[in-house]
């Protein structure tokens, strides 16, 4: 916490803000750290079988890709992202709640996406206080704001094991409830934007998204989306391989750690850069890591390439936030925000319906599908460099 102290009493701003963005970040994926884990085992519970499970789990994905969009665009039209934030994270506790009074499978899935309803918003807009407060601040570090939304992931996550081990599978939704509420609490405390002091009605004027950015929000899609096949299938590859249930849990703690690391050391980025060589770094680092994982190397080679889950995910989240603060213009910054997290939910869902069907004739060669993915959000990512350059100096004339 020295850091968010250090980094907070700087110009404009003070360590109690810090604090306060750190514990939103948190905020956002302490839910997540329950539920990705820990809500198909309730719904096992519940009695409902594995197809049932598999699409419940599948429909908050679905939602995402039609929701996130048009939900956090409402703070381009007067609606602020902290007001957004509270309803959605008070929206998405109640939701939770009434999975207690949920009969049946079908009652189920129909809360799950009134849930998922209330979530499409919370992360991309925690992402645009972020990123605003850093545009205002520039002693701000949005690397070490959002770690805390990782290091909450892990924490849930693992909290919550050692809590089922005592407690009754009930605890998971009792858990959820409980995130969402203090979620809204959290929200409601974070500090307003300048601007949004001085005049809190402002209406932003509809903004084009420049064709740059949104070759960034197609290359980041595309380098987000190759991690299906591991998100779905390493866990159950690796056991195939022999991997004992402590070494693959250790390999998916690398990919967080790694993760961690990155946003700590590089997250100073976002406000000063345009983030096209983070996201071509984890491109690259994409197809180094599948193409690796395909061949079976072994498990000192598969930590290795777990690794690598810093540049994959964390260099390319970091390269897409900092094209974000550069280039979406003031009227279209929710929009762009909703439409990143729209892009990456629609290619994740895509992504994993491909690898179920390779993972079913192929097994491990799920990763090499995976490759061609982060090869074309890298060649994304040059055209997106030339249409920068091409907007850049038609500013100029």
Do not use: N
């Not at 519940?46 to 665009?73: E, N």
């Not at 889950?309 to 009227?331: E, I, K, N, V, W």
């Amino acid at each position: 916490m020295r850091g968010i102290g250090r980094q907070a009493r700087g110009e404009g701003g003070d360590a109690g803000m810090a604090l306060r963005l750190a514990a939103l970040s948190a905020a956002a994926f302490a839910g997540v750290g329950v539920q990705a884990p820990f809500l198909p085992i309730w719904l096992e519970g519940r009695g409902l079988d594995a197809t049932t499970i598999g699409i419940v789990v599948a429909l908050p994905i679905c939602v995402r890709m039609l929701a996130s969009a048009p939900l956090t665009a409402l703070t381009d039209r007067g609606v602020s992202a902290r007001r957004l934030l509270v309803v959605a994270h008070l929206s998405l506790g109640l939701a939770f709640a009434l999975l207690f009074l949920a009969p049946g499978p079908w009652s189920i899935a129909l809360v799950v996406v009134v849930a998922a309803l209330a979530q499409s918003p919370i992360v991309p807009a925690t992402d645009l206080v972020l990123t605003d407060q850093v545009r205002e601040r520039p002693r701000l570090d949005y690397g070490r704001l959002r770690i805390f939304g990782s290091l909450a992931f892990l924490a849930t996550s693992v909290g919550m094991g050692y809590l089922l081990e005592i407690a009754p599978l009930d605890a998971v939704v009792v858990a959820l409830v409980a995130a969402g509420l203090v979620g809204a609490a959290i929200a409601f405390a974070t500090p307003p934007l300048t601007q949004e002091r001085a005049s809190p009605e402002r209406r932003a004027p509809p903004a084009r998204l420049p064709r740059a950015l949104l070759l960034v929000i197609a290359a980041a899609g595309l380098v987000q989306a190759s991690h299906a096949g591991v998100y779905a299938f390493g866990s159950i590859h690796w056991k195939s391989l022999g991997f004992s249930g402590s070494t693959v849990g250790y390999l998916w703690a690398v990919g967080v750690v790694t993760e961690i690391v990155l946003f700590y050391f590089v997250g100073r980025s976002v406000g000063r850069s345009s983030g096209l060589l983070l996201i071509a770094l984890g491109a690259g680092a994409a197809v180094v890591r599948f193409v690796g994982l395909a061949l079976e190397p072994g498990p000192l080679a598969t930590f290795a390439l777990q690794s690598l889950h810093g540049l994959t995910f964390g260099a390319t989240h970091l390269g897409a936030m900092a094209a974000l603060t550069a280039l979406a213009p003031p009227g279209a910054r929710g929009r762009a925000q909703g439409a990143l997290a729209a892009v990456q939910a629609l290619g994740m869902a895509s992504a994993m319906a491909l690898g179920g069907v390779v993972y079913d004739a192929a097994g491990g060669l799920v990763f090499l599908a995976m490759a061609p993915l982060g090869a074309a959000g890298l060649a994304l990512v040059a055209v997106a460099g030339r249409a920068r350059l091409k907007e850049g100096l038609k500013a100029l004339r």
